[in-house]
């Protein structure tokens, strides 16, 4: 079963769908089609978030996180006033619980600014005015942050790029990439095979996989990190206004644990950062074999761990130790006790590294004749998502 596309995009997450929904505006008359291997859509990265909108605080000036996501979330809450998606631009704070956490958290003001965010330091009594049950001994106030549901978001752009004559198949794994000179023949596991003028790799957890059947050869490998959540009870919910975070390590690319107040009223509490044993290992008992040994043996990720040992056994002892995963948000909300917590679903975050056992720290694409691939999209990807769009049209013509 041979069929012919225009532009083909493997991946059903945010990323993949705001780029079908992008060029089906820019291309009007195109085909375009997604291919998702899960019966859904949004079913991993984009799906399993807490639905923060990132302001941009904490990026590199100049980096493509820090200008995607500065246009991507003024795109993303235009689309969403345009759609009705709800939405609320509910501010966070950044906190600082000892003097230690203050020149790293003047630097994270310093490029705030440099980004053109409104931020501003404020001081312990007008923390407890934004978080009354916060402790901190100085803090940094973002007004522009804010929450919505990503699965809602996804939703839409599903809805309209199928108004707009394009499609997306689910349950289509692919199995094989034959690029051409001409064009790229793509193999699914289904037995379908889509020949088509250009391909977008937006698979997130599996894109260097994909990139490798390509035959792209990214210089990194996607190792996955299992953030793992709990939520407040309703006895706990008032201790949080809305989004408290900690001042993170400037060496480690997560943002340590924190509070997120979701669009549906709850309030996540989270996530740690531990080795996954499979890319979609979302519980601990979830274990690929060959996934796993191919995380071990990547000479990236043993650097990685040799620098970072003592982090890594702080956030496996978390992940083991209900008490200890308490005791790390007992810092920012010291009311917090293990009875206000209960058990949430965990996400993985597909992280880039590179050989020399660093993290990858910006958005990464490459572009390998037809194929264009999307090698590295973490957080705030799904902030960015539209205006990442915007820059995969733009590359492909």
């Known amino acids: 079963m041979i069929k012919k596309k225009d532009t083909l995009i493997i991946g059903g997450g945010i990323i993949g769908l705001a780029t079908a929904y992008h060029l089906s505006k820019i291309l009007p008359g195109k085909n375009v089609t997604v291919l998702e291997k899960e019966n859904k859509i949004a079913s991993h990265q984009t799906g399993n978030n807490s639905g923060v909108i990132h302001s941009g605080i904490y990026y590199k000036p100049g980096s493509l996180k820090a200008i995607n996501c500065r246009k991507g979330k003024k795109a993303l809450e235009r689309f969403c006033q345009r759609e009705g998606i709800q939405f609320e631009t509910c501010g966070k704070v950044i906190v600082a619980t000892h003097e230690r956490e203050l020149p790293a958290m003047g630097h ?45 978001v996804c939703s839409v752009l599903a809805e309209k790029i199928k108004n707009a004559g394009g499609q997306i198949l689910t349950g289509e794994k692919v199995h094989f990439i034959t690029p051409d000179r001409e064009s790229v023949s793509v193999q699914t596991c289904s037995g379908k095979e889509f020949i088509t003028e250009r391909v977008v790799n937006c698979s997130g957890l599996y894109s260097d996989h994909i990139a490798d059947k390509a035959g792209a050869r990214p210089p990194m490998k996607i190792i996955p990190f299992r953030g793992e959540y709990y939520e407040l009870n309703d006895n706990a919910r008032g201790l949080v206004k809305n989004l408290i975070y900690p001042v993170p390590d400037p060496n480690f690319p997560f943002l340590g644990v924190h509070f997120t107040r979701m669009i549906n009223g709850g309030v996540e509490c989270g996530p740690n950062a531990v080795l996954a044993y499979a890319r979609e290992g979302y519980t601990k008992l979830k274990i690929n074999p ?65 050989s020399d056992g660093s993290m990858v720290d910006d958005f990464y694409f490459s572009r390998n004749g ?4 999307v090698c590295n999209a973490p957080s705030p990807a799904a902030t960015a998502s539209l205006n990442i769009a915007k820059v995969i049209g733009e590359n492909l013509n």
């Open 108 to 152: 994270i003001l310093e490029r705030g600014k440099a980004n053109g965010i409104k931020c501003r330091l404020i001081d312990k009594s007008e923390l407890s005015e934004l978080e009354p049950h916060a402790a901190g001994i100085a803090g940094i106030h973002v007004p522009e942050a804010g929450i919505v549901d990503y699965r809602q």
């Open 290 to 354: 060959s996934e796993l040994i191919e995380s071990l043996t990547y000479p990236g990720f043993l650097r990685l761990a040799a620098k970072f040992w003592k982090t890594g056994l702080g956030e496996m002892w978390r992940s083991a130790s209900k008490r200890a995963f308490v005791k790390a948000l007992s810092r920012l909300v010291p009311e917090i006790k293990t009875e206000h917590l209960c058990s949430a679903p965990a996400g993985v975050r597909a992280q880039a590294v590179s």
């Open 370 to 373: 037809n194929i264009l691939n």
